[in-house]
């Protein structure tokens, strides 16, 4: 493994950063920490770069206890979310700047910033200033700084949380390709459900200090093992057991909680034995899709998506009663409440 972590924690006064973690990051992977703002996502971070001591636990990188190693001794790549790039240093001369500190022979520095500079595709960019780049522009070049001394693990905290929506996007699936060519385990925060789902191998789900979840994409949004996870990743409706949408309604109870994605949801316009009633409120047209808000018998609002071509066949209007039939629910006990 890269990474194992063991019964990590980490306290600041009374508030639990980080409880009583344990997960494994595979050799090579890149997997992302997601979590709403304090999680303990970024701790968990600091903690496996060495810039916060856990409380309790062992950190085990690339198959030796560095728990008690320092930052240098661990070769890990630290990318943050400002760049932390050094205003008067060219670009060739960030990229640098750790292999110079630590005296590599000068020839050997050339060549490693302009292999650095043609895989985060800057070429032409080598002479010119942190100022001189745009956001997207100075984010490649912290990551190429970050690879200059070849760090074992590579950690990236929200890396693209300061640039805008566009740049965002384009630099997902450019980070993607670039672990495709580096190969080095890699760990991401973000509270971004898009960016983690698009970008990453595996996905840990993080909430109040804990690890709600592990797995891929595909198994954290189709398998669930939380009421919270199933709230945080991707849009649902929560609905109590007693609205009737559940198939078998003798193994549920008024106080569970019925889980419904958006476009799990069935619209028909004549009703049947498996249906429910239900009053159109208002249709958004959101270009791709539409989202429909509908009102149940019970007084419950539930919202659905319908693909355009749905919509076109439907024509809803509001005020109309339809019909509804969920394709897939899941069914949380009252118990088992939400963090």
Do not use: C
């Amino acid at each position: 493994m890269g990474i194992v972590l063991q019964n990590i924690s980490k306290h600041f006064g009374n508030f639990h950063a980080v409880d009583n973690v344990n997960l494994e990051v595979k050799t090579g992977s890149l997997v992302a920490l997601l979590g709403p703002s304090g999680s303990g996502k970024s701790t968990l971070l600091r903690i496996i770069a060495g810039l916060e001591a856990p409380d309790a636990g062992e950190i085990w990188l690339v198959g030796e206890n560095a728990t008690f190693h320092s930052v240098q001794e661990r070769n890990i790549g630290f990318v943050f979310q400002h760049y932390a790039l050094f205003k008067h240093l060219t670009v060739r001369e960030n990229i640098a700047f750790a292999m110079n500190l630590r005296k590599h022979p000068k020839n050997r520095v050339h060549q490693r910033v302009e292999e650095l500079l043609e895989l985060v595709q800057m070429q032409g960019f080598g002479d010119r200033y942190p100022s001189q780049l745009s956001g997207g522009q100075r984010q490649r070049i912290a990551l190429a700084r970050s690879l200059a001394v070849q760090p074992r693990i590579l950690l990236l905290d929200e890396p693209f949380g300061a640039l805008d929506a566009k740049v965002r996007k384009d630099l997902r699936a450019w980070l993607r390709n670039l672990h495709s060519e580096v190969h080095v385990t890699t760990v991401f925060v973000t509270h971004d459900q898009e960016e983690a789902m698009e970008v990453a191998d595996d996905i840990v789900v993080m909430n109040q200090g804990r690890v709600e979840q592990v797995g891929s994409p595909a198994e954290i949004y189709d398998n669930p093992a939380t009421p919270f996870v199933m709230s945080f990743i991707g849009p649902v409706n929560v609905l109590p057991g007693n609205v009737g949408l559940v198939p078998n309604k003798n193994t549920v109870s008024p106080s569970d909680k019925v889980f419904l994605r958006p476009h799990d949801i069935l619209i028909k316009t004549n009703a049947d034995d498996n249906s429910t009633s239900a009053i159109v409120d208002r249709i958004i047209h959101l270009g791709w899709e539409i989202r429909v808000e509908l009102i149940l018998r019970s007084g419950e609002t539930l919202n659905a998506y319908l693909s355009r071509e749905e919509s076109y066949q439907l024509q809803l209007e509001k005020g109309q009663r339809v019909y509804i039939q969920p394709k897939q629910t899941k069914v949380f006990p009252a118990a088992y409440a939400i963090r």
